[in-house]
């Protein structure tokens, strides 16, 4: 549900707001603020305390859908009084967005933490799995989340796909990425590159199967996926590229995208201190692709 705060009447908060309009229970609004429930244009709860903003946008489910649990842990690799670096699973949003919200690492870290101020300073789409990084204080969340926007941050990925003899790595890949509104896809186009990868194949079996490594030095929607598949080797698992697929049924959790962001390195901009960290999780079809392809 959309909400637009009118103008020509007061209140002081967005919860004044919301407790009159929308007439809920006693503690039903507060308890949906509490959860991060409530959301805005940015796609980040909203404290409850939040100043009223005639034409201001929030973005609810007043009666939550029944959301299917993902039966996977979100491991923490890092904690200190500023950020949480967790281990995300496959399956599992980053933060609420349509029809996930309760399932939403940022949810279930507020939950188990207990600290309902917690924000992600970026995302990673739900299919890939590997490191996300939080903020615990929100005053604070705008300078790590400058540390993505200005490029500060060195990622590598780690993907599987088939080999290609003919296709000569390691290399960079440059390339135009636009992603219209309502597509479910991203495409290459002409024009200034905006997408830049760098691509090396970190080892290979004799199957045909290969471990790749890819540093982006750009975060253009679906980049790496859509590089991959412009190489000839789309991803394993990947339901859109090279062409898109029916959607998996709710609770199909069978051959997740083999893409992994495998290691997150910067200079914290509050205390200085130099991060890397590294994801301890592994590629199911790499140990056995015969078992992640089996149909169950």
């Known amino acids: 549900m959309r909400v637009r705060l009118p103008a020509g009447e007061r209140w002081t908060t967005v919860r004044e707001h919301l407790v009159q309009r929308l007439s809920a229970a006693d503690g039903v609004v507060d308890g949906m603020f509490a959860a991060g429930l409530i959301v805005g244009a940015d796609g980040e709860p909203v404290p409850a305390d939040t100043p009223y903003a005639p034409g201001m946008f929030l973005w609810f489910h007043r009666e939550l859908p029944a959301e299917v649990p993902v039966p996977f842990p979100l491991e923490i690799v890092y904690r200190d009084e500023h950020i949480v670096v967790v281990d995300k699973p496959h399956f599992l949003a980053t933060t609420p967005r349509g029809s996930h919200v309760a399932q939403t690492a940022l949810a279930r870290l507020r939950r188990e933490l207990g600290i309902p101020q917690l924000g992600a300073a970026h995302r990673l789409d739900r299919l890939t799995a590997g490191l996300v990084l939080f903020t615990v204080r929100p005053e604070e969340r705008g300078a790590y989340q400058t540390l993505f926007r200005d490029r500060l941050v060195r ?36 024009g200034e590159p905006n997408a830049v990868t760098r691509v090396e194949v970190a080892e290979s079996r004799p199957d045909g199967l290969g471990r790749y490594r890819l540093v982006p030095a750009t975060g253009q929607t679906h980049q790496l996926r859509v590089h991959m598949n412009a190489l000839g080797v789309p991803i394993l698992g990947d339901p859109l590229y090279p062409e898109v697929t029916a959607p998996a049924p709710a609770g199909d959790f069978r051959r997740p995208l083999q893409l992994l962001a495998r290691t997150l390195e910067f200079t914290d901009p509050v205390t200085g201190v130099e991060h890397r960290f590294d994801s301890g999780r592994r590629l199911a079809a790499w140990a056995s692709y015969e078992e992640w392809a089996a149909v169950q």
């Open 155 to 190: 990622k590598e990925y780690e993907a599987l796909a088939p080999l290609d003899p003919a296709l000569e790595l390691p290399r960079t890949v440059r390339s135009r990425i636009v992603k219209e509104r309502g597509s479910l896809t991203a495409r290459e186009v002409e």
